[in-house]
């Protein structure tokens, strides 16, 4: 890095620090560009995307389609508001519903304002439909969940640094330990409206449920007269390996909550989903957003499941998932005991680092500065989430730079031993 280079660079980021609010803690890249799977900084250096802007980007970084038809858009109308009908509205939301199968959909902006948009409807059908008396709803919850940042959803949160000092807190949530059937029974109530739930929990690690899980707590639902509503914002739209990580169970909830992917990286878009008699409860003035379902949005998010049905994006999440997940499991062994478990699906996973030996942080950092990005997670996961667009070598050459990574501090914390032999039976079965 030169000096003029080095300049710019810190130009940016000292820009941040001194005007922005320090509630993030960015990677020290400075991104200038990106195309697809490859992002370059203010350097021109290269570097793999493997986050994919928690999903928002799974088509790849402004992939052809959606900015042509952003572009298109944008030479008709962008926002009117919901005052009006427009002409892009209507196919994005009949698109919508026919790819996941409910009758009526709700567009919203951000995740968090469309699982704002789920309680809401959760507890007025509770209150109209199930005749609970209204301010005693309840929805139970999982443990260690993540649905976004508002103050209604941290209120629920269990994780104590997205909590501190936003109280007071609404009430109405119960909590049970995710995967686990026994700990929901005990956390309902008479009150009981309906459980929110991600498929996988990606904040807390992308940590997936016991298999059956989700068929037994749908079965339990249907029989307690309780709505089931799936929060796949990250999980949805191809990231495991199918449209909607609750296929994998062979199940349907009765709401569903969509967001990131739905933009095609280029715009915030989130949707509400369910059939009439859950989404009937909401009549004219009860719920509304000025952007949500404007024009651009509506027009984007339909060119965005366009793409993902066209190019056939759910079937190769499906494969090139299997194989990156294969590869980093053969990273786990080679340097265990640095590296202790790994698990995902699809295009989805979560490396576990042994604290007593390093930070997910600073393994981040070293293979940012070898032209990976990922991220880490309460300082001992690390995420791989790459666009659903990512080729096999792309792959390969991300898992290679995780690899010497990871082999490089074993090497510095003296862990050659269990290194040396672990890599030994490795490479037996995963090539180099």
């Given at each position: ?62 992939h052809p389609r959606l900015v042509a038809a952003v572009q298109r858009q944008l030479q008709q109308v962008a926002v009117t508001s919901r005052a009006y009908h427009g002409t892009t509205l209507g196919p994005f939301l009949e ?338």
């Amino acid at each position: 890095m030169d000096a003029t280079t080095a300049t710019a660079t810190q130009t940016f980021i000292g820009q941040e620090a001194r005007f922005g609010a320090r509630n993030y803690q960015p990677v020290p890249v400075v991104v200038a560009r990106a195309r697809d799977c490859l992002i370059w900084d203010v350097e021109g250096r290269e570097y793999i995307d493997m986050m994919s802007a928690y999903s928002a980007v799974s088509h790849g970084h402004l992939h052809p389609r959606l900015v042509a038809a952003v572009q298109r858009q944008l030479q008709q109308v962008a926002v009117t508001s919901r005052a009006y009908h427009g002409t892009t509205l209507g196919p994005f939301l009949e698109k919508l519903c026919t790819v996941a199968g409910f009758d009526r959909a709700l567009p919203m902006n951000t995740g968090a304002e469309a699982v704002e948009t789920a309680i809401k409807c959760a507890r007025r059908w509770g209150h109209f439909v199930k005749g609970i008396a209204d301010g005693e709803q309840q929805i139970l919850v999982a443990r260690g969940n993540f649905h976004g940042r508002t103050s209604t959803i941290i209120g629920f949160s269990t994780e104590a640094d997205y909590r501190a000092g936003f109280g007071p807190f609404a009430p109405g949530f119960r909590h049970f330990d995710f995967g686990d059937m026994a700990s929901v029974r005990a956390a309902t109530t008479a009150s009981t409206c309906a459980v929110l739930i991600e498929p996988i929990q990606g904040e807390a690690g992308v940590i997936l449920p016991p298999d059956g899980f989700f068929r037994e707590l749908r079965d339990w639902c249907t029989r307690n007269d309780i709505l089931l509503i799936d929060d796949e914002v990250q999980a949805g739209l191809g990231r495991t390996g199918r449209w909607f990580a609750f296929e994998h169970e062979g199940i349907r909830p009765d709401a569903l909550i969509l967001g990131k992917a739905l933009g095609g990286g280029v715009l915030p878009v989130s949707a509400f989903l369910a059939d009439r008699a859950v989404m009937d409860v909401f009549n004219p003035g009860s719920h509304g957003s000025t952007f949500g379902g404007n024009a651009l949005a509506a027009a984007v998010g339909l060119e965005a499941l366009l793409v993902i049905e066209d190019e056939d994006l759910v079937a190769r999440s499906a494969a090139l998932g299997e194989h990156m997940l294969e590869r980093l499991r053969g990273v786990m062994h080679a340097a265990a005991p640095l590296v202790r478990g790994v698990r995902g699906r699809g295009l989805w996973a979560g490396v576990d680092i042994d604290p007593a030996h390093a930070s997910a942080r600073e393994l981040v950092e070293r293979l940012a500065e070898r032209g990976v990005l990922s991220k880490e997670t309460h300082e001992t996961v690390i995420r791989f989430a790459p666009p659903l667009t990512i080729t096999r070598e792309l792959i390969d050459r991300a898992v290679d730079t995780f690899q010497e990574v990871a082999m490089q501090k074993c090497r510095e914390l003296a862990l050659d031993a269990t290194f040396v032999s672990a890599k030994t039976r490795i490479e037996a079965v995963v090539p180099a």
